[in-house]
Structures are given as C-alpha cells and as structure tokens.
C-alpha cells in the first residue's frame, strides 16, 4: 500500500512511518518541520519505499499521478507551548489541512485517518470519556485553538464520509509518550523527565492530584496501524486506561532518573483537565487494540532514550526553570515555515546520493 503520513517527521508520525515500512507499505511523508525533526526520520531516510515531501499541508497538492491507498493526518502542533506559538497555524492545519487530505483521499478512493484528540473532550464531566461523550469544552479559552481545530477535523471528516462516502476513521488520541519526544515540549512526561536528569526539581501544576493515563507510543502506533487497515469510522479512543496522579509520576520519574530532585508546585494553568482516562472499549471491539506496555517499563525506555541527550535535556531543564515553557520560550530545533517556498522532496529512497537527510536539507540551494 501507498500510505501518505502528514506530520511524519513528528513525534507519533516518524514512528508510524517506521511500522509501515516494517511491514511493506511505501510511506509519502508530508511535514513542513514546524514541530518535527529530520533526526526522527535517520531509521527510514534511506528506505527505498520511503520519501519525505516538505510542504505544509494547508497549501500542499499531491502529486495527480502517484495513487494513494490510505492517508494519516497527523500534522498538527499537539503540545501546549507549540499551540499557543502558532494559534492561527493550529487552527489552520486542523481546518484547510485536514480538508486537502480529505480530497486526497478522496480523489483516490483512500483510506483516511485523522488524529484526533482527548481535549475533545475538554475537561470532561464524564468519567472515564467514552466516544459517545460530547465534552466540555471552553470555546475562546487558551487551548481552544486547538481543541476546536480537533473538533473542526472530525466535523468535516463526517462531512465527507456522509457527502462523499469518505472511507474516514477518526482516532482521538490520548496522552501519548516516548523516544522522540522534544524534551522542552511541555508537555509533564518530557519535563519531568528533563528536571530529574538535570537534578532539578519537578514542577507540578496544582496539588498534582489530577489525573492523566499515558500510553506507549508503540502500543499507540499499532492502534493507528489497526485503524488504518479498518474501515471503522469511529471516533475510536486510543490511550491507555491506567489512570495515574501527576503527583505519583512524578515520583516515579525520580526514582527512574536515579535523581534526588525536589518536587514543586505553581499554581493549575487556566482550562487544565482535572481527570483524563480513556474507556478504550470500542477499540477493544472493533481493532482488537488494547495497550500492553506499562508505565514502568515505557518510562523506563523513555528515560533511557533522553539520558543519551544530555544538551537537549540541559536546555530543556533550563527553559523550564520556574514554570512550564511558554510559546515565546520554548526551543523549536524546527526549520522555518517561510524556508518552504513550494513543497520539495528531500528524499526519495529510489533515487539520489546516500547522504542524511540534514545534508540533503542544508545542500538544498535558498528557497
Ligand atoms: N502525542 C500525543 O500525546 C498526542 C495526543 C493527542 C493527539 N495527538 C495528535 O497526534 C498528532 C501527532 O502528534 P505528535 O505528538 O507526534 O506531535 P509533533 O509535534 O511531534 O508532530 C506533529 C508534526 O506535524 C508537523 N506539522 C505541523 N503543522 C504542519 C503543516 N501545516 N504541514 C505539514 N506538517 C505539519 C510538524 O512539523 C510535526 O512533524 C497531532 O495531530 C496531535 O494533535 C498527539
């Protein structure tokens, strides 16, 4: 299958990328590099049936010739200092994005999955949040950039499915973790992770007895590889259930890091969900999904990989101190959108020089 991946130099998306390839897919992935990384793509760079188009999605045409099988959007900024860096970019990638993949899909007759959300959700009233919860969202809060772009995304995801028949599968993803993150995301696994291995102490907003539940990113990544061989429509949870005080991971970050870090508390930023758990039963029923990577050993591997990165975990510490990274703070390691004249292939595994892909970036003559 031809599988084009938007946001695939992204955290989730590089390793879907890699599962596809993993298992014979040929992978078109679409990123402008806003929030991704080319040093997520150095497993698959090379990889014959991999290429890699820089292009923003809100303005990207695909190629007429080159069939599409299936389609997964994921380009999107998805922490918090990204979104709120880039408001009107969120919004748009939600909206414009996710309607020019929707006639990609379209147009070939493909398969087209959105990543969705748990903000979806807002701060739920309804415990744990089933696909069947509308949600509780503030509409002109700070968040909401991206929570009513998500929900933007699945209305006209519908939209096409009910107009056009559409062959659309909407996932709403919950707090996912792991390798590849950027550890001044700010999102609580990175920057715990980044205060314990630089000695600092963990920030925790409120009283830290709010809850999360944070899934493995390889147990997600089968859960988006099951939703794009199906044709559930959906909306389909994907998390893992096992719900966790932000207190508690804190503690178990700690003691993982082999760190004496101190833990703080500053005050709950406004909108912040007091509880998030996924009821995952629909995936259950129609994927035969359900996560198997527990918290202790994901964290671990987690801890492990960011250990190897010390500057990385060095400037991300220190853009935490005192508080979480806002979008005027956080470090974006990211290439300029305004550096994408039009969209360029980077890489085509059938073809070119076997250099990386930095080179290949850096040799590219000034947009
Ligand atoms: N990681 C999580 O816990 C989580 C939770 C819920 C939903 N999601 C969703 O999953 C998707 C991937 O999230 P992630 O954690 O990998 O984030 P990420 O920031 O690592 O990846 C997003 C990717 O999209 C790219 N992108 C953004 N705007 C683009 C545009 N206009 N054109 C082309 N590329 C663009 C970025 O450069 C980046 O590579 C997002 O849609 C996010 O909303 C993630």
């Not at 860096?85 to 999955?113: I, K, Q, Y």
């Not at 939703?227 to 508690?248: I, Q, W």
């Not at 990211?334 to 290949?360: K, N, Q, W, Y």
Request: charged fraction near 25%; glycine fraction near 8%.
């Amino acid at each position: 299958m031809h599988i084009v991946v938007s946001g695939g130099a992204g955290f989730l998306g590089s390793h879907l990328c890699e599962a596809l390839l993993a298992r014979g897919d040929r992978v078109t992935c679409v990123d402008n590099l806003s929030t991704g990384r080319t040093e997520n793509l150095r497993t698959v760079e090379d990889h014959p049936r991999f290429r890699l188009v820089l292009a923003d999605v809100t303005t990207w045409v695909a190629d007429a010739d080159d069939h599409v099988d299936a389609v997964a959007h994921l380009a999107s900024a998805a922490s918090p200092p990204d979104y709120h860096r880039m408001p009107l970019e969120t919004l748009l990638v939600g909206s414009r994005g996710t309607e020019n993949l929707l006639e990609l899909a379209d147009r070939h007759g493909a398969r087209f999955v959105v990543a969705s959300t748990s903000e979806v959700y807002g701060d739920p009233h309804v415990h744990p949040q089933r696909e069947d919860y509308w949600g509780h969202v503030n509409p002109v809060g700070p968040r909401s950039v991206y929570d009513e772009a998500k929900r933007y995304a699945e209305a006209v995801s519908m939209a096409y499915a009910r107009s056009r028949g559409t062959d659309v599968g909407i996932v709403r993803i919950f707090n996912t973790y792991g390798p590849r993150m950027r550890a001044v995301d700010g999102r609580v696994v990175t920057s715990f992770i980044a205060q314990a291995l630089n000695g600092d102490a963990l920030t925790i907003y409120g009283d830290g007895s709010q809850t999360r539940s944070f899934c493995y990113v390889d147990d997600l990544v089968r859960g988006l590889v099951a939703m794009l061989d199906s044709h559930e429509t959906g909306p389909v949870n994907l998390g893992n259930p096992s719900e966790r005080t932000v207190a508690s991971l804190a503690e178990l970050v700690v003691a993982l890091s082999g760190s004496a870090s101190d833990i703080e508390y500053h005050p709950l930023p406004q909108d912040d969900p007091t509880r998030r758990r996924p009821d995952i039963t629909r995936a259950r029923e129609v994927l035969g999904w359900t996560p198997t990577v527990g918290i202790l050993d994901g964290l671990k591997r987690t801890v492990e990989w960011f250990a190897g990165r010390p500057e990385e975990v060095r400037e991300a510490a220190e853009a935490l101190t005192g508080g979480q990274p806002t979008g005027r703070d956080a470090v974006v390691t990211a290439t300029p959108v305004d550096a994408l004249a039009d969209h360029v292939i980077v890489a085509r595994g059938d073809s070119g020089p076997s250099t990386r892909l930095d080179e290949r970036l850096a040799a590219r003559p000034a947009a």
